[in-house]
């Protein structure tokens, strides 16, 4: 891999600057076909594949029935609901018959399109060639698996992973999984949206001086994992001129970024402590125009001249996580490569679940939008709608559950501040010890405060157990990730706020 290479980025460039960045298992991951399911001369009688014929389904048609709004408690379903019919021949572009039966490892075409036409309109990679021949999408069982492929992909004993010193940690295991070794790098934990996240300086000097400093035994790092945008634990979003900076790092050092984002579409705008519950997503001037081009945070795909991150996206947060139904979007070559892990073992993605959610999305097209746009048109509107609809309730859950906890005595007694979220489904609280003493008590006095909390009937995450390394980030592991997510309704996450107040000052006053 070469640095800010300003080749054209066909094909033949693209394996020759990335075959030597992928893991040595990949030359041996070669799936022995033994026939070729291309298309047949007319009038040849299929009896090759082992496909059962589609009148063995024990399922003849699907209705779904699609809610226009999350939390609809319309009881009138026909207002408020729409709906899609799938049989075994209809609809044309995607029936049963198509979805339930084996298909290509990619995914099936019609979501395929669906997805790659979103990428190219909200995060069109810079590296792109006209005709968007450079770039792909390839559908995947749910970011956890598209990671497990990505990571199987680059990664054996000789690489260095760098992961956000708290994280999603499943990542680690499935980094770990290939031998390779997890550096942590240092994040701001702040408010303050233009500094918080990634410390891009303390990511420099490492880098910079990786010979002489702590990691000098291990390779330099080939990859970056990051969750960017409404980051896991801690809710918060690397800025732009962040992004820039860790991009130009990534030339200049030579490593791949890998940007796993479930939580991009559900954008906080800043908490207003004056009107605490006011929520612009209901104004009517956020459009979808207004949306993607000021609330959402660009991926490093739009940076991305030398074709060097991969995109994880996933319908989990959005649509549904039991589906396992997400997408990976990287250059065409390193793509291809991660095809060929996957055609050997998990093949293509469920086949309903892609049925389930194109047919979705194209029948809240069908039933929201005026007929006179093209169907591709009206289906992104759609579903941008939907998504829409999805953030400012998770905003609207933020702001309920910022001004319960700013209205504990434990608050303001200031015994804990709050990490307001820039995006994403978490909170983190951090505890404000006046006399810690020894900061390696952290992890068993949060141990303690864990049991006190779930006395006082709360459960939470702990934010040393998200750690990738506890020695590290000792000093500032002692916060609480709560999601916002799970509640059933705005009460429910008022009563817990309480519950954490309660718990956070029976802790002060009675375990210490
Ligand atoms: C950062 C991150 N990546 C991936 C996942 C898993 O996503 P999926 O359900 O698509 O596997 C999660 C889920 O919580 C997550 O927080």
Redesign the pocket.
């Given at each position: 891999m070469t640095a800010g290479s300003t080749a054209p980025l066909d094909y033949v460039s693209l394996k020759k600057k990335f075959q030597p960045v992928l893991s040595k298992r990949v030359e041996n991951r070669h799936l022995k076909s033994f026939w070729n399911p291309s298309k047949l001369p007319d009038g040849v009688i299929e009896l090759a594949g082992g496909m059962p014929h589609e009148k063995f389904f024990p399922i003849e048609a699907i209705d779904l029935k699609i809610s226009k709004t999350p939390f609809n408690e319309n009881p009138k379903w026909h207002d408020s609901f729409t709906t899609a019919h799938l049989d075994l021949e209809s609809p044309g572009e995607l029936p049963i018959a198509r979805s339930f039966q084996y298909a290509e490892t990619r995914g099936l075409p019609p979501l395929l399109h669906f997805t790659k036409d979103m990428v190219a309109r909200i995060n069109r990679p810079a590296f792109s060639d006209k005709t968007d021949s450079n770039w792909d999408v390839i559908l995947s069982g749910?970011?956890?698996?598209s990671?497990y492929k990505v990571f199987e992909t680059l990664c054996d004993e000789t690489t260095t992973v760098m992961i956000e010193e708290f994280t999603?940690t499943?990542?680690i295991s499935n980094v770990e999984a290939t031998g390779a070794t997890v550096v942590p790098i240092k994040i701001n934990l702040s408010v303050d949206r233009q500094s918080q996240g990634v410390d891009v300086d303390c990511l420099s000097e490492l880098l910079e001086n990786w010979s002489t400093g702590p990691y000098s035994h291990l390779n330099k790092p080939r990859v970056l994992y990051t969750?960017a945008t409404g980051q896991?634990p801690t809710g918060m979003s690397v800025p732009q001129w962040k992004r820039e900076k860790i991009y130009e790092l990534a030339q200049r050092h030579d490593f791949l970024i890998v940007e796993?984002d479930?939580?991009g579409y559900l954008y906080f705008p800043p908490f207003d402590p004056e009107n605490p519950l006011d929520n612009p997503y209901q104004s009517s001037s956020v459009t979808t125009e207004r949306y993607l081009n000021e609330f959402l945070m660009k991926s490093f795909l739009t940076l991305d001249t030398d074709a060097r991150v991969i995109r994880?996206e996933?319908f989990?947060k959005i649509f549904a996580?039991g589906l396992?139904l997400?997408f990976i979007v990287a250059n065409r070559f390193i793509l291809e490569k991660v095809l060929e892990l996957a055609d050997i073992t998990t093949r293509a993605p469920s086949g309903a679940s892609q049925a389930i959610v194109y047919s979705t999305i194209r029948a809240m097209a069908e039933s929201n939008m005026p007929s006179s746009l093209p169907l591709k048109e009206l289906m992104f509107e759609s579903w941008m709608q939907w998504i829409m609809q999805i953030a400012s309730k998770y905003n609207h859950r933020k702001n309920v559950t910022l001004k319960a906890l700013y209205e504990t005595e434990s608050y303001q007694a200031g015994q804990f501040s709050v990490m307001e979220p820039s995006a994403g489904m978490f909170i983190i609280i951090k505890i404000n010890w006046a006399n810690l003493g020894n900061p390696e008590d952290i992890p068993q006095q949060m141990d303690k405060l864990d049991e006190v909390l779930v006395k006082n009937g709360v459960k939470l995450v702990l934010g040393y157990k998200m750690a990738v390394s506890l020695e590290y980030s000792m000093q500032h592991s002692d916060f609480l990730r709560l999601t916002i997510a799970y509640a059933k309704d705005d009460n429910q996450l008022i009563e817990a706020s309480k519950r954490i107040g309660n718990g956070i000052k029976d802790f002060f006053e009675n375990y210490r």
């Open positions: 749910g970011s956890n698996d990671m999603f499943p990542a969750i896991n796993d479930p939580y994880l996933t989990s996580p396992r997400s």
